[in-house]
């Protein structure tokens, strides 16, 4: 696979960790370096492992993880989602102990926003390529784009306060909605061919 491919289907990828953290960047007060590194550094990470893990699971785990990866991505969407509408409407003090940039909240982020990396890892070892260099290209531009796009929801925060993080925990439930109905649509598809 060329350079052209390869950053494609990194850029792809990176999508969804992007409209994420515009989303969680709406919800936390980015105030110092770690604050900024910790989000973009765990999707990058998680974006570079999905491939490699799916790469060397191959087909012995592939086909049970298909029929139910869009579905884990929807609850753990949905539910950071909810939590940052939730939090919208909690005092400010409250609302820095629910940041979900920090603890398990990130964790379950950075899993739905990688998982289908995981498919693409496994597609790649069927076709015989190498994982390590798309994996890595895929880890760095997730990372970067993960990064602006907290910036830039940052910004968006503070400029109209409670309102972009209502909107930023819709923008996450939809994802996880768009993820299952993707996947539901694919399914009929192929029914509809036998």
Avoid: C
Avoid at 177 to 189: F, M, V, Y
Wanted: net charge neutral.
């Amino acid at each position: 696979m060329g350079f052209i491919e390869t950053l494609l289907l990194s850029l792809g990828l990176a999508l969804d960790a992007f409209a994420v953290s515009l989303s969680v960047g709406t919800s936390i007060k980015t105030r110092t370096w770690r604050d900024l590194f910790r989000l973009p550094f765990h999707f990058g990470l998680f974006q570079f492992l999905m491939p490699v893990i799916g790469w060397y699971l191959g087909s012995t785990v592939e086909p049970f993880i298909a029929e139910i990866d869009h579905w884990i991505a929807l609850i753990l969407l949905v539910a950071i989602g909810t939590r940052m509408i939730k939090s919208s409407f909690l005092e400010r003090e409250e609302t820095q102990k629910s940041d979900p940039s920090r603890g398990m909240a990130l964790i379950m982020l950075s899993f739905a926003t990688s998982i289908d990396a995981l498919a693409v890892g496994f597609s790649l070892a069927l076709l015989g390529y190498n994982i390590w260099y798309p994996s890595i290209l895929i880890g760095i531009i997730t990372a970067i784009l993960s990064l602006l796009g907290l910036l830039a929801g940052s910004r968006l925060g503070n400029k109209f306060g409670r309102t972009v993080e209502v909107i930023g925990g819709i923008i996450l439930i939809i994802i996880g909605l768009k993820i299952a109905l993707n996947h539901e649509s694919a399914l009929r598809g192929m029914f509809q061919l036998y």
